[in-house]
Structure formats: C-alpha cells, structure tokens
C-alpha cells in the first residue's frame, strides 16, 4: 500500500485542470476539450455557468463526438407510493416524511446518459416511462457517461470531455432562471435548449481532457427537515496519462471545496469509475488494458490517499459493497478487495472474456453483473465470490445498477435499450429510444443508499 498526502486546500482552489491538449487514441477516448473554470465566480442558478469544449471520439467506452445526433461507437419517483425507504438509512424508522422530501419519489428513478447525444435521460423505474431528457453542457458535446444519485434524488452527470451537471429530480424544487413564466422542464425524451431548461440545479466546467467518474456521498440526515443536507460530490478528472486530481464538490453550488491529485496515473483513460464507501470516502481506479492498474481510495476527512495495486487479473467496472469491500467486474468476473486485511480474492471472467462492464451489489448480497459479450446477467455471491445465478437477457449489457423495488437494470453497450429484470422470475421488461447509451455507475442511488448511512 502507497499513501500520499493533501495537494491544495479548499481556500486555495482558484482553476482546475490545463490548458488545451489533444487526446492522442486510446480505446476510450482521443478527443480534446478546452473548457475552463474560475471555481470563484460559479454561480448555483443553472445555466449561468459557461464552458466549450472540443469533440471526444471513443473505442471501448461506446460514445460519439459532436453536438446532435449520432449514436456510439463499438466495444469498449413515480407518482405512486411516498412511504419512506428504511434501506436509505434514516434514523427514525417511525418517521412519516412528506411527499418529496426523502421517501420513494425522489428515489423511483434511473438516469441513463446518452453519450451520443450529450444528453441524459430520466426514466421511472415504475411505470417504464421516460420523464425528461437534459442537456449535459452548454455545447451538447459533453460525450457523457457516469451519472450518480444522491439520496434526496438529485442526479450529477460526468461529462467525459470536461464538465459536472447536478439536475433536480423534483419539478417542485427547480428555480426560475430563463425569464419565462412558470418552470420549463422537459417532461418526455425530447430536451430543452441550454438555458430555457430550468431543472439544471448547477453546471460546473473543467478542462480535462477527460472526466469520468462521479459519485454523491450521503450527507447528514435532518430529523426536523426530512431531508439530506451538506451532500457533497465526488469527481476525478486529467489530462491523458499521468497526474489526475480527484475533487470534492459542494452539492448545493457545485464549487469546488478540496482536491487531492494522484501522481502516475496509467493508462489512456485517467480514473476510470468511483464509488463511496460507509464512510464517504472515494474510492476509484486508473484502468490500463495492457499493464497492472492501481485502486485508490480517498479519504473524505483528510483528502490523503491510499493506494494498492490491482493483482490477479485486470477488470474494469468499479463497485463499493454494503460492508466497505471494493470490486472490480468485468465479463462475468470480479475481484473482490478487503481494504482491513489488503487482500484480493479473484473470480476468473467467463470463458476468458475480454474484461468489460459494471457491476453493483443488490439488498440480499448479490453482485449483479454482465458477461461480455454474452446476453446474460452473472450473480455474484459477495461473501463466496462464486456465481450463484444466470439469466439470459435480450443483449449484453455494459451498465448495471439496482432499483428500489430490487429490479436489476441492464444499459445496452451505446446503444438504444435498457432493460428491467426480475431476478426472481426472469421476467425481463424493456425500454427504448435511448441515444448511444453508455452508463455503468450509481445511476439510481441504490449503491449509496447501502452504504450512505446518515452521521447524525
């Protein structure tokens, strides 16, 4: 284990990121983006904060560059029950919260970024309808993939080619901002121009050359409010090959409180996913198809990291289970890492398939996962490390993560279709329309809500 100190407090944050650089191939990405960030003059309102960047292509991470249409390229709350969900984590169980401020509403979602598209999509897990669709930066050429939910329901995109977008869940909390009367929000896959949208909660530019990861950690619990407060957000972002910074967003505003940079980061595409374990700490990983990568957690508290290198075998989606464990998951494997005995424990990768796509744990120990290039869902006990469950499914899926009635969701690999999945009855529901779909984190907030139990 390797462990390195603080780079830049959260006074002393003024710019993030360099300047102008091409992306030079990759299996990912090879574009460039010249966005920049004065983190001191970012303003809360969406669409106040500006940013352009260039055009990101993609091998292995299935997304397209460019503004408008165009789908990816190859390999790499309804308005039903508000009864709270005791699995997030809330102190009182006996607490009866109104509609919309921590019970099923905001929680009854899954954001899927288009990344052909440079949109996201908001899709309800009950009724199977799509909800709204938004813009992800001001240029619609983000190329986004990662999203994130907090536990008040608030989604945070990545944008691949530089960039993080917080959108509001709940119409009932977006702000005036476009000079028209009443609120303008998308209500179907069709988006809203930059700036007549009026859910978008914040924008925040960075010039990266590629930005991946992002994940919410939980926040406090306010019995008297009902509510989440003091979220914060986890980032990570670099030029190509070498130093990456990690930071450490304000949930509410978007500016940046703190940043810890990692040295001698491999690999093309930078830190490729995160996680948040039990105590908000970071985890990520560099991801290198052709050599050894390294697992990084960041601590919350400090902004100091450990470091440990990726023995076994190589895999590439990032998950945190219930208990602090971090995995890596690729085509139908997992390699299960003990951060208190610093111990690995390998599953070897179906038929030796190419190491592809994310995973997440469901409520009953389960590592969900899909194995490349097969149409099928792999179940993963978490204490064995043994698959205990199959399932055919239409396609193969890159992307996994759980909803809050215990579905498993599948994205297609860029792209049209995601997929609904009963584990129990093998009953598979699908929705479409979807534009070069890419997304493999917490796109529910399901992840974080096994872990994210209040401070307080």
Not at 101 to 127: L, P
Not at 241 to 253: F, I, N, Q, R, S
Not at 391 to 415: K, Q, R
Request: proline share 4%.
């Amino acid at each position: 284990m390797t462990t390195g100190g603080r780079f830049i407090t959260a006074a002393a944050v003024v710019a993030i990121g360099c300047g102008n650089e091409s992306g030079g191939g990759g299996r990912e990405d090879g574009g460039d983006a010249s966005a920049s960030i004065s983190v001191g003059s970012l303003s809360a309102t969406g669409g106040t904060a500006d940013g352009t960047a260039g055009s990101a292509t993609d091998g292995h991470d299935g997304s397209t560059s460019g503004s408008g249409s165009g789908g990816g390229s190859d390999a790499d709350e309804s308005a039903g029950s508000a009864t709270l969900h005791f699995d997030l984590g809330v102190p009182d169980a006996g607490t009866a919260c109104p509609e919309g401020t921590g019970g099923a509403v905001e929680h009854s979602y899954i954001w899927i970024a288009n990344s052909g598209q440079g949109t996201v999509s908001k899709i309800n897990t009950q009724t199977l309808v799509e909800e709204g669709r938004y813009i992800v930066r001001p240029d619609s050429a983000g190329n986004p993939s990662r999203t994130s939910v907090s536990l008040t329901g608030n989604v945070a995109v990545a944008n691949r080619s530089g960039g993080v977008i917080k959108i509001f869940a709940n119409p009932d909390d977006c702000q005036e901002s476009n000079g028209m009367p009443g609120i303008q929000t998308s209500g179907d896959a069709n988006a809203l121009a930059w700036g007549t949208e009026e859910c978008v909660a914040w924008y925040t530019p960075f010039n990266y050359t590629t930005q991946r990861p992002v994940a919410w950690a939980a926040g406090d619990w306010n019995d008297a409010l009902c509510t989440y407060q003091n979220e914060k957000l986890w980032t990570a972002g670099g030029m190509n090959a070498g130093t990456a910074d990690v930071l450490l967003l304000d949930g509410e505003t978007g500016v940046v409180e703190d940043m810890v940079s990692i040295p001698n980061v491999i690999g093309w595409a930078q830190l490729y996913g995160g996680a948040v374990d039990p105590d908000g700490d970071f985890w990520t990983v560099d991801h290198n198809w052709d050599g050894a990568s390294t697992l990084i957690r960041v601590n919350r508290q400090s902004m100091t990291y450990d470091s440990w290198p990726v023995t076994g075998q190589v895999h590439y989606g990032l998950a945190v289970d219930k208990v602090g464990r971090a995995w890596l998951c690729g085509s139908g494997g997992a390699s299960r890492f003990d951060p208190v005995s610093e111990s690995w424990t390998h599953l070897a990768p179906i038929n030796g398939g190419s190491a592809l796509g994310g995973c997440m744990e469901d409520a009953d120990g389960i590592l969900w996962h899909s194995a490349y290039p097969n149409a099928s869902l792999v179940g993963i006990d978490t204490e064995t490390v043994q698959i205990v469950q199959q399932l055919a499914i239409p396609e193969y899926v890159h992307g996994i993560s759980i909803d809050f009635d215990g579905y498993v969701w599948g994205v297609a690999f860029a792209g049209s279709n995601a997929y609904r999945v009963d584990v129990a009855t093998g009953t598979v529901d699908t929705v479409g329309g979807l534009v070069g779909a890419y997304t493999y984190s917490d796109m529910t907030g399901f992840a974080l809500s096994s872990v994210g139990a209040p401070s307080g």
